[in-house]
């Protein structure tokens, strides 16, 4: 059965780290590109950052450009992301996704619309003191 899993979230402080993973089975992530998305409480999801399936192309939305990094490492069948200088309003349950048709030119504005073929189950991070 194909599937994602999210781990690595948590508690931090704020200006802390988190390394968010995200782990395939049951098909391989190098022809995917994974998008990461995150839901805070009474909010709509929102899409964070993607990285096309060779990792070669990574997109960010604004608010987290410059703190957040997203990778891959298809050899493990694995997405990472790297959240750094957390603050209070990334706090949210983050998921990832996985696309099999979507193109590199897509604006960041429009990468939610496009057909995700699997979806983990997310993973809790709280930025509090």
């Known amino acids: 059965q194909p599937r994602l899993v999210e781990s690595g979230g948590g508690l931090v402080q704020p200006g802390g780290s988190l390394r968010l993973s995200c782990a395939a089975s049951?098909?391989?992530?190098?022809?995917?590109?994974i998008g990461w998305f995150r839901q805070a409480p009474g909010k709509g999801r929102e899409g964070v950052s993607w990285i096309s399936s060779s990792g070669d192309n990574t997109v960010y939305v604004d608010s987290v450009k410059g703190r957040f990094t997203v990778s891959k490492d298809n050899a493990k069948n694995t997405a990472y992301l790297q959240m750094n200088v957390l603050k209070p309003e990334d706090t949210a349950v983050y998921y990832c996704a996985a696309t099999l048709y979507y193109s590199d030119s897509t604006p960041v504005g429009d990468r939610q619309t496009w057909s995700y073929d699997y979806w983990g189950r997310g993973t809790q991070v709280t930025v509090s003191s």
């Open positions: 049951g098909f391989t992530l190098d022809s995917y590109a």
